[in-house]
């Protein structure tokens, strides 16, 4: 079973540019997270969907934050524009269903520096 | 509110000893605790998971123990190799979300 896909691995922008990251999940995964990982600490939920609607993202900086999946697999977080405390990495994950009966697996992440 | 402490923030043990990391969360509705392993360069892999209505649950040379009452859960690991050398993060579920605590670094020096 292929394991959840992310792209690109590492991106270096400078601030007030535009990025945007893209996640495939596991086949048949409704759930997708992305989190955002600031190096020496623990992932932080940014936003969950159920499918292609959003479950929680009560975490998500949304002036400049946004996060799409359509039809239901794949999703891009794009951020707009970038600052320096954004420099961080970006997971996806991506569960058979939601709550803690169901686990997360991950992908490798996006390492992004913003200079 | 969201909060876990974990401790310690890193560890370094011989091969062959036992490592413990203990996690103390917030949430007194938390019913469920997984811990992860996260290699250099890769995503959170779970490891080991225990819901609030067991207090021990043992995988191999992976063990961990709940303690609803005083709010801590702890991971045990023991023989340990070099390949366990990797961060761990605990977790507790807020409602839908996970919380994660701020990871320790274990060493495991041949």
């Known amino acids: 079973e292929a394991g959840v896909a992310q792209s690109p691995r590492y991106k270096i922008i400078e601030k007030r540019q535009s990025v945007a990251f893209w996640c495939n999940p596991i086949?048949?995964?409704?759930?997708l997270y992305w989190y955002q990982q600031i190096l020496g600490q623990g992932p932080k939920l940014l936003i969950q969907f159920q499918n292609n609607g959003v479950v929680d993202d009560s975490q998500l900086p949304k002036d400049r934050f946004s996060a799409e999946r359509l039809k239901g697999v794949d999703s891009t977080l794009k951020i707009q524009p970038a600052k320096l405390e954004d420099s961080a990495v970006y997971l996806c994950a991506s569960s058979p269903g939601t709550g803690p009966a169901y686990e997360q697996y991950f992908g490798p992440g996006t390492r992004l520096t913003v200079t | 509110g969201e909060n876990v402490e974990q401790h310690p923030s890193t560890l370094s043990v011989q091969e062959g000893d036992s490592a413990v990391i203990k996690c103390t969360y917030s949430d007194s509705a938390s019913n469920y605790f997984p811990w992860y392993k996260q290699e250099l360069g890769k995503g959170p892999q779970l490891i080991i998971d225990?819901?609030?209505?067991?207090g021990e649950k043992k995988d191999q040379r992976i063990a961990v123990t709940l303690n609803k009452t005083a709010k801590h859960f702890s991971l045990h690991i023991t023989e340990t190799q070099p390949e366990d050398s990797a961060v761990y993060f605990c977790?507790?579920?807020?409602?839908?979300?996970?919380?994660f605590g701020q990871g320790t670094e274990l060493s495991v020096k041949p």
């Open positions: 977790a507790f579920n807020q409602g839908g979300k996970l919380i």
């Open positions: 225990i819901r609030s209505n067991v």
């Open positions: 086949s048949g995964h409704a759930t």
